[in-house]
């Protein structure tokens, strides 16, 4: 039987704008087994991680666990935790991090702060510094969320770890288990889908430098998708590839059809028409379900780089 994955790969479904959206991340260290909804079935107390999910809603900061690589990844309660929380949005990309052993200390953040970009309160609260290592690499391995993310997540997490990258964790959940292997990388953010272990070493290389890979890329959690697919599309026609270079300014419409204003730091604009597209044949969009159904797809149709100054009032 053919997993969502190959199903996916094999009829070349598009992989740009399909990133999870979150401008702010905030990460927990949980060791042992995962179940569907991490927060709420996993060694953490359910009843702070549903107070989690709570305090997060509509701040724009997106909750979730992790766990160092390894076959047996349940050791117990940790006495003490990693707790990590990024900004994504360019020009302004922060990664913080922490050691906690209280895990209930998280719900004293202010967590509309933190969505909009001020580390702060994190830092009083957590005794919060500046993450001086290697970017993040967060790897999707939640076999109970899709059994893509366990059978092809855990060995690219293992390898990475096991070659010296450093940096290397498992998450919970980062959306499109049909894009497994998928990775998320902080604190710029961008989401990858169908990575091996070379390609992974490449991104982080880059990331390290402050440049960003296109290639397998899906999108910037800073944006959502419609805006992820016309950053993507303005990266390959201008070949920029600075972290911080573009911004997503102005985003108009709605499904199926965006035009969407991308700016560079250097005063350059462009206009992206985005349209949402279904991908066929239907199919069990993961291998948790039966269902058939279409994905949504987010399809250029068109890129267009403003010279005027009336072009961008029109």
């Not at 290592?133 to 366990?150: E, F, I, Q, S, Y």
């Not at 911080?244 to 991308?262: F, K, Q, S, Y």
């Amino acid at each position: 039987m053919s997993t969502c994955s190959t199903v996916s790969r094999d009829l070349d479904e598009p992989i740009a704008g399909t990133a999870a959206t979150a401008r702010t991340w905030l990460l927990l260290e949980q060791p042992g087994p995962w179940g569907a909804h991490a927060l709420t079935s996993s060694h953490l107390d359910p009843v702070l991680g549903r107070a989690l999910e709570k305090a997060a809603k509509g701040t724009g900061v997106r909750v979730a666990l992790i766990r160092r690589p390894g076959r047996h990844a349940d050791c117990g309660t940790p006495s003490a935790r990693q707790v990590y929380v990024s900004h994504t949005a360019p020009g302004s990309a922060w990664l913080r991090s922490a050691t906690i052993r209280d895990p209930e200390r998280l719900l004293d953040l202010d967590f509309a702060a933190l969505g909009a970009g001020d580390h702060r309160a994190f830092d009083a609260a957590l005794d919060g510094q500046a993450h001086t290592g290697a970017p993040l690499a967060l790897v999707c391995t939640n076999g109970k969320r899709d059994r893509c993310c366990a059978l092809l997540g855990r060995p690219l997490a293992a390898e990475l770890s096991n070659s010296g990258v450093e940096g290397v964790w498992e998450v919970t959940h980062l959306g499109g288990h049909r894009f497994s292997p998928t990775l998320l990388v902080l604190p710029y953010g961008y989401a990858y889908g169908r990575v091996g272990a070379h390609a992974v070493k490449e991104i982080l290389h880059s990331a390290q430098d402050g440049r960003i890979v296109v290639a397998g890329c899906r999108g910037s959690s800073a944006w959502e998708r419609p805006g992820q697919a016309a950053e993507l599309a303005v990266r390959a026609e201008a070949d920029e590839h600075a972290a911080d270079a573009l911004v997503v300014v102005r985003t108009e419409g709605a499904a199926p059809r965006w035009e969407v204003t991308v700016a560079h730091v250097d005063g350059r604009h462009w206009r992206v028409v985005v349209a949402q597209g279904a991908s066929l044949p239907p199919r069990a969009e993961s291998c948790g379900t039966s269902v058939l159904g279409s994905p949504a797809r987010m399809d250029v149709m068109a890129v267009r780089e403003l010279t005027r100054p009336s072009a961008l009032a029109s």
